[in-house]
């Protein structure tokens, strides 16, 4: 690293400052904070979906996953993708309808106006514990890049890069996460696929050299476990359908057809992010193979291989990729914590600028908390998958129920939220404390099961629901 790289990463680190401050100045009220106004296009749409799902895992944690077991690594990306899709195709145009009718800004919103506010308390405790995780995972691979970068410890790389992500999050909200995720793209795309892929296959890492001297194991798509595997597609695929900040992104759109087109746009990008950085890992296996943690590996490859000014850059789309999936995360408890707590139940009366000056004190707040869980967990996509498992298992039969079953009412959906969350995190606690094999299962199985058993059970038939917009109609 020379001073032109490390003038390039300061810069960019204060450039996410500076727009934090201006986009302080574009809004006016928690509308604005934390749905931007309910005027973004397909392209910002699109952007949003890269940002918040295309962080640390999809980039650093593939490239380390396929560094250590091969092309099995690109299945993460493969299941964001599916995810994607699927809420694209069934979900977001709806969702949007019913925010803009509902004048909805968080999932909960929803959830409540559905049912009624014990399944809000449950789908806020849900959604903020999930999205805690998230945030934590992308600081902890927010921390390994500035780790290399600096040589700091990993404690130090952690305080900066959870100061600059809390700052310009929580000074700047929706519109600054907006502004900041354009200009993060952009430097990912540049950074992994237009510079990063070439200089690999310029280093060994043609198709022919990577069979022929990289073990036979590392081409078997099914190396991860096919039981992982089919757990991650399914906790990843559910957890769009639940995940809060697929709502809000949703309900920021200006039109259904933003809402929708969007993240059919996002699908294509990450296929070709993920297998880039998957194809990068693989030729990192031949070049560095005893790394000895998998998420130094990407960081490692472009310190080594890159030239002057090249390696600051593309250094700075990874800092790039995992701050614009942390920043949306916080933003996502703040808005559970403010407006789904606070303003529903402990102030209805409070006034917009008491909402306002409690969501930016809560940003911050929330950003520490998932500092400080980065710090104790400090492997990438373990933190992450255990948020998928929460929000996927504990709120999807309820959240579809939400919005295509209208002969259902607020208990089954209040006891199966609950018997999903204390199944999941149940599950959890006893692999900690014991061995036994039954525990080997991952949580997702056992707490949609439960959650499934439960709404079944406890359904009762009744008058359909009447939704405030025709959701029905074709979008």
Request: hydrophobic letters at 55%; charged letters at 10%; glycine letters at 10%.
């Amino acid at each position: 690293m020379t001073t032109l790289d490390y003038s390039i990463v300061t810069g960019y680190l204060l450039m996410m400052l500076a727009l934090g401050v201006y986009a302080q100045f574009q809004q006016s009220n928690t509308e604005d904070y934390y749905v931007g106004g309910r005027r973004l296009g397909t392209l910002s749409i699109a952007v949003l979906w890269m940002a918040s799902w295309v962080g640390g895992a999809s980039v650093i944690g593939s490239a380390g996953r396929a560094h250590n077991l091969g092309i099995t690594a690109v299945w993460y990306c493969l299941a964001l993708a599916i995810g994607c899709f699927i809420f694209a195709a069934l979900f977001a145009a709806k969702v949007k309808r019913l925010g803009d009718v509902g004048q909805y800004l968080t999932y909960p919103d929803l959830i409540e106006d559905r049912f009624d506010g014990r399944t809000r308390l449950i789908a806020t405790l849900t959604t903020a514990l999930s999205f805690i995780a998230f945030a934590a995972g992308q600081l902890a691979a927010s921390a390994t890049i500035i780790e290399v970068i600096f040589g700091w410890s990993f404690a130090q790389s952690l305080l900066l890069a959870t100061s600059i992500v809390v700052a310009y999050t929580a000074i700047g909200g929706f519109l600054a996460i907006t502004y900041t995720d354009w200009l993060q793209i952009i430097l990912l795309v540049l950074g992994v696929v237009v510079i990063g892929l070439p200089i690999a296959i310029l280093n060994g890492g043609t198709p022919d050299n990577l069979l022929h001297n990289l073990p036979p194991e590392r081409f078997d798509l099914g190396a991860w476990g096919w039981p992982a595997i089919i757990a991650l597609v399914v906790s990843i695929s559910m957890s769009f359908i639940v995940s809060m900040d697929s709502f809000t992104r949703s309900y920021s759109a200006k039109s259904p057809s933003a809402a929708r087109n969007g993240p059919f746009l996002a699908v294509i990008l990450i296929i070709i992010i993920g297998g880039a950085a998957t194809w990068i890992g693989l030729t990192a296996g031949l070049l560095f193979p005893d790394v000895a943690s998998g998420d130094n590996v990407l960081p490692l490859f472009i310190e080594q291989l890159f030239p002057t000014g090249l390696k600051g850059l593309v250094l700075v789309g990874l800092l790039a990729a995992v701050m614009s999936t942390a920043d949306i995360c916080i933003l996502t408890v703040s808005a559970n914590t403010t407006h789904d707590v606070y303003q529903r139940f402990v102030n209805p009366a409070a006034s917009e600028q008491q909402l306002f000056n409690i969501s930016i004190a809560a940003s911050a707040l929330i950003g520490l908390l998932a500092g400080l869980m980065a710090w104790q967990m400090q492997d990438v996509i373990d933190i992450l998958l255990i948020g998928f498992t929460i929000n996927g298992a504990a709120l999807v039969i309820p959240t579809i129920a939400a919005i295509y079953w209208r002969h259902t009412d607020s208990n089954p959906a209040f006891w199966s939220m609950l018997a999903g969350l204390t199944t999941v995190l149940g599950w959890h606690g006893m692999r900690l404390i014991t061995t036994d094999p039954v525990f080997s299962i991952d949580p997702l199985w056992p707490g949609l099961f439960a959650a499934a058993t439960v709404f079944v059970i406890g359904h009762r038939h009744r008058a359909p629901w009447t939704p405030p917009a025709q959701v029905g109609a074709a979008p």
